[in-house]
Each structure stands twice: as C-alpha cells, then as structure tokens.
C-alpha cells in the first residue's frame, strides 16, 4: 500500500453521480476502512440517469425504482453522505476543499466525479416550458410537462435528444425534432448511421428537420407557443427541451490546476490526474491502455466502471485501467449498443442488412478493429471484445461474414 495506511487516509468524493458512486461503495468493498467523505449537490442519492429519458420519462418505471441507493444505504456502508452540498472551492496546499455552507473538508485523497452540466444557447429563452435534461428533478418536471404536451420542440439530435423523441412518440405525442447537422447522432456515430437513425425516427412518425435551427422564438407570457424554422412559417409547439449536449463540470478541476485536454482533465493509466488526486466519469480523459490515447466518454457504465476501479486503486495499488468503452441507446425497439472507440477509422465493414433491423459495423484502422456498432446484435459486441483488446489485424471480408467465427478472428 502507498504512502499512508488506509486508515490513515481520508478519501473525499466529489460528486455523487455514477462514478462518485461506484468509487464510494468500490472502496468498501475492497475494505478500505478510513474515512469516506461523498458530496453531492443532488437531494437525492445516486440514481439511474439513464431510465430518465426512457422508462421514467415514460411513466413505465416508479420514482422508487430509479435510485441507485436509498437514503440509509450509505450510512449502513459507512460513507459520510453530504447531499445538496455544492463543493465551491478546493485548494491543493491545505488538501481541503471548500463546500457551499462554508465547511472545510480535508482529504488525502480526492476523487473528482462531478459530471456535466446541459449546455444552454443565447438565443433559447429561459421560459416555463423550456425544459433541459440533467438530474432527476429536471426528468419529473419534463415528464409532467410532456403528459400534458402534444408537440414537443426538441432542439438536439443527440442520445438525450433522440431518447426524449422516441419516448414523447411511444407516449403518443408529435415530437418535432430540429437539429443543426445533416443527420441524428452524426457526432457520435457518423453519418451514416446517422442517416439509419433519421430513418427509424422519421418511418415512427417524428417531424425531426435536420440542417436547421430554430431563428425566431414567439412566446405569449412566460410559455413558448411557436418557433419558426429558417424562414418557414410559425411551427406550434407548447413544450421545448434543449438537449445540445454537456459541459464537463471542471471548476474545481480548474482551480486545482489539474492537466487539462480532450475536453477534461487529463489522468493516466490508473486514472490518476495527480499524486492523490484521481478523476472519472464525463469529466476523465483517460489515457487508454488499448488505444495509447486519451479518451473522454459521456456514458454510464464508462462512469461507473472508472469509478469502481478508483475505489479499488486507492484501497490497493493503482493499476492501469483496461475496460473497453460501452453504451448503449434505446430508441422504440431498437437497442443500441457500442464498444471501443472510433474517433479515427479508416474504414467501415457493415456485417447483416444495413436497412433492416439487426446488424453491426466495424470501425477498422489500418485493418484493426477499433470499434464495433451493433443494433438489435447484443452477441455481436460479446464475441468482438477479444478483437479490440487484441488490436489483431483482420480481413473485412472476414468481419462482414455473417457465418464467421468472430472470437476465432482475434486468434
Ligand atoms: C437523461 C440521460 C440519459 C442517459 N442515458 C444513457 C444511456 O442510455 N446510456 C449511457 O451509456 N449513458 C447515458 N447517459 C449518460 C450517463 O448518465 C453519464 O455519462 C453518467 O451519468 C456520467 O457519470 P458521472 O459520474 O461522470 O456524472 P453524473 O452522473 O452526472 O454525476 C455527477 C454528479 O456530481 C454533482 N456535482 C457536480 N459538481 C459538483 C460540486 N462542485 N459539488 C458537489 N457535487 C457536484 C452533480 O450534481 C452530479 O450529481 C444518460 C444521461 C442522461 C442525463
């Protein structure tokens, strides 16, 4: 065990959201016996973002079934839980850092898991019916201003974007959907499965307008009732969400001067930032053992995962950090799922019929798999690990196959 024993050290969390989490409950279970101390500017304990565009939004999954934890969980597990506390300051010198009450909390290590926040733009009015999506408390107003709705505005094609239409159209409702690229989802998957996503949501019956954006917003009192599109004429609506992506919460990050790049705080292998300082979840740049550079996800289970394999780091020894990046989007009855990382790819192999409604594709680089898509193909991704951890080299015309073995592909 490093520098101290592990009673002796008192490890700090901030932000109590899927990494913050899996890292406070990770240290216990690889029996750190020192104190734990988790801050989180949320009321409630951790919770399942993910239902929060899909079933909870629904109306298909309880409030109850959403949380991660319940309120005494963390007092059974020994965690000092302080919710509703913003931490506003940090300061490496005196290893403190400062919460919204004025408190000092001391660590001798630190963890920062604070997530993001939804980007806002200008020009969208702060009025009662523009809603954004974040915390569980913006998914119960969204969800009862959306049962009450019946044209939804849904600026952004993205995951948050493209879940809510779905979800507003499974509800019955006339989703119109206006996003400023040429495709849905085209920054995470390209564009031509972005062209497949514009597809699936157009043949449901959304009104999603790609290319353009909202230039006039026409409100009456404190509610938007009609925007207009371009120089279209006015498009009624009487609920807006604005689901333009995040910003990586980095303020303390900044303040401690922490590296910065891609987007978030640089960390390394063992997803350290500094001596006794680790980061994880939507705001890490990891650098990635597989890929040999850094890569910032925006997805659950890559939160989690950094964030367990914190908790055991700092109970143990750090060690570098393996796990393929994977997420998954649900959109009607079409499951969506992603593994490794595909920021450059030379080449796409397409494995099953591209328009019908089972199917993969690979992202190869240089004739290695970097990573592979799959919709309604969850085995796909099971058998493709070993190709993308190996970064063996393999013939397309292998991969695109439907008869070939895939684990036997990565040798
Ligand atoms: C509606 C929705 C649906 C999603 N669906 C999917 C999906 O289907 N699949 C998928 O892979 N991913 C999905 N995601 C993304 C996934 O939920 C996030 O990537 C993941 O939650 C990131 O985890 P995190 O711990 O980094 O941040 P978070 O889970 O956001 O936790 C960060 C926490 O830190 C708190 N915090 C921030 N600053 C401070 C501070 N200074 N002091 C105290 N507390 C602070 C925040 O309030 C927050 O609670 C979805 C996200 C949303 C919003």
Redo the contacts with the bound molecule.
Sequence with gaps: MSEQRASERRVVI?????????AAEALRKAGFDGPVVL????RHP?Y???????QF?RGELPIDRVGLRRGDDYEKLGIEW?GE????GASRPESS?V??DGRFVRFDVLVL??????RWLDTIPRLDNVFA???LD??VSLKQALEEARRPLIIGAG??GA??AASARMMGKEPLVVELAPVPLGRALGEEMGQVYARIHRDRGVDLRTSTAVSEWIADGSRVRAVRLGDGAPEEVDLVLVAVG?E??L??ARELELPMGVGGVLVDETLRAETGVYC?????AHRHPVFGRHLR????????K??QAIGQAIAGEPTPYHELP?????QYDVNLQYLGNAVAFDQAVWRGDRDGDRFAVFYLQEGRVQAVLAVNEAKTIRLSRELISRQVTVAPDALAAETSDLRALAG
């Design positions: 901030v932000g109590a959201g899927a990494a913050g989490d899996g801050v989180g500017r949320d951790a399942h973002r993910p239902y929060l565009s899909k939004l302080l506390r913003t931490a506003v850092v919460l919204d898991a604070t997530g993001g926040t939804p999506l974040r915390s913006d998914a995951f948050i879940e809510v995040i990586p919460e303020t303390l994880a979840g939507d705001i890490a996800v925006e997805h659950w289970q890559v939160a989690r950094q964030g994977w997420f998954w989007s649900d």
